[in-house]
């Protein structure tokens, strides 16, 4: 059983920065694509960013790129989400999810385990 577990989220003002991370317990991080989704009330969840095992391929929603940076260390099984010029529209939970192969997916379908999530709220 893959278990994933963020945190890092907290209350930050409009423009601020935050870092997440991700812990994932089981012996074969490297094998797995890692991806950052949100969902803010009301909403449905939406893709945020993914990394190959590697972490030589990543990809971003349209709506944080340039803003969020994502990256793993495997040595760690920790996979992080740089948050950088924070908006009040990124105000969500965060969750972190795993998939088996090495395809940078964007859809939420495609991924295996999913963590409970951690709350990011941007203050205007």
């Known amino acids: 059983q893959v278990q994933l577990v963020e945190s890092g989220g907290r209350l930050v003002q409009a423009g601020g920065s935050l870092r997440l991370s991700c812990a994932v317990s089981?012996?074969?991080?490297?094998?797995?694509?890692m991806g950052w989704f949100r969902q803010s009330p009301g909403n449905e969840r939406d893709f945020v960013a993914a990394?190959?095992?590697?972490?030589?391929?990543?990809n971003y929603a349209v709506s944080v790129k340039g803003r969020f940076t994502i990256s793993r260390d495997n040595a760690k099984n920790t996979v992080y989400l740089q948050m950088n010029n924070l908006k009040p529209e990124d105000t969500a939970v965060y969750c972190c999810?795993?998939?088996?192969?090495?395809?940078?997916?964007?859809?939420?379908?495609?991924?295996?385990?999913w963590g409970q999530g951690t709350q990011v709220t941007v203050s205007s």
């Open positions: 999810a795993a998939k088996r192969g090495r395809t940078v997916a964007t859809i939420e379908g495609f991924y295996d385990y």
């Open positions: 990394i190959s095992w590697s972490g030589g391929s990543t």
């Open positions: 089981t012996g074969t991080f490297s094998s797995y694509t």
